[in-house]
């Protein structure tokens, strides 16, 4: 489809400070500038921001990961918001390429927030007309939200990626359960099998995996561990260690959002059997970590969104859970 640039006359373009790199790839591919955006702090700490220029009557968008550090990001997006929506912006679109309090997602101990509802709830009152994202922790944070939300998926760009490899004696394998319909869907776009571990997350950091739920590795050489987001790493590098004694040699990482805290990174490439670490650009990643990576951009993927919405036209081939509710994986 031949989808039409965005008019420069009638939008305004807009970045946090969480990933400007990507906005202005997102900015060019929709064919408008990216304009200024001024943030600064009081001595006090209070965050300070200026939208660099005029909203009122336009479509606004604003793009903003909530990546470390998430709380001053989320402050500098819910303010950003409230400016446009204040300034007579006819749209507020928050494009947040990586959703972190999605995580946060259900009640699993006594007194504790279901943060990624309550992060929702924020944005909407700040004044969010529309919010586009991209793979979600679990398909009912999507409910959460209460204007039309997309939630997009990176799997076609991996799937271009891995499918210029040799795939030869390559099983695809998800850490738990939760990870499990993503990562069989992506196994069914590379032809390949798949299995999933049965993970037991015993807290933030360290997490025990018993064993695997379906297909067995046995026989496979290579395998790709797929899920949406790695931090800390517990759960690739305890995968990683179960396969590799059930005889897997060589074994591929692959995520969504590369978030990669507390030593992550460190601790993955001095693994010898763990040959390759992918992401994606949701996340801005330091240069010195980059170059342990394969960074696969996501802009394209978000431009096309949003000049799909620009032209009243379907997105729903770019959505990250509707082909899995429907095809069962």
């Known amino acids: 489809m031949n989808l039409p640039m965005l008019d420069p006359g009638d939008v305004r373009f807009f970045s946090g400070s969480s990933n400007r790199k990507l906005a202005r790839a997102i900015a060019e591919h929709c064919g408008v500038p990216m304009d200024l955006t001024h943030i600064s702090r009081f001595s006090n700490d209070n965050l300070y921001i200026q939208l660099g220029a005029s909203v009122r009557g336009r479509k606004v968008f604003i793009v903003q990961s909530l990546s470390p550090p998430v709380n001053d990001h989320l402050m500098e997006l819910l303010m950003m918001i409230d400016i446009a929506s204040s300034a007579g912006a006819r749209e507020v679109q928050a494009i947040i390429p990586y959703y972190s309090f999605a995580r946060s997602d259900k009640k699993d101990a006594p007194r504790i927030s279901i943060t990624a509802r309550l992060v929702a709830d924020l944005l909407v009152t700040a004044g969010a007309t529309h919010v586009m994202t991209m793979m979600l922790h679990s398909p009912q944070v999507h409910g959460f939200f209460s204007v039309p939300t997309d939630p997009l998926t990176a799997r076609p760009t991996m799937e271009r990626y891995f499918k210029e490899r040799d795939l030869t004696n390559t099983i695809i ?157």
């Open 173 to 329: 394998v998800a850490p738990d359960v939760g990870a499990a319909k993503s990562a069989g869907r992506f196994a069914d776009m590379l032809g390949l099998p798949f299995a999933s571990g049965n993970k037991e997350r015993i807290s933030d950091t360290e997490v025990r995996i018993s064993g695997l739920v379906g297909k067995t590795v046995q026989g496979f050489s290579r395998a790709i561990i797929y899920d949406d987001e790695i931090s800390t790493g517990s759960s690739m590098l305890e995968l990683a260690h179960v396969l590799h004694r059930s005889g897997v040699e060589e074994i591929t990482l692959v995520c969504t959002h590369g978030v990669f805290v507390a030593g992550a990174i460190e601790r993955l490439i001095a693994v010898p059997y763990i040959s390759e670490i992918v992401a994606t650009d949701t996340v801005r990643l330091p240069k010195e970590i980059r170059r342990n990576l394969t960074v696969l951009t996501v802009a394209h993927i978000f431009g096309e969104a949003i000049r799909s919405n620009y032209a009243r036209q379907s997105i729903g081939g770019l959505f990250t859970f509707w082909r899995d509710e429907l095809e069962g994986k």
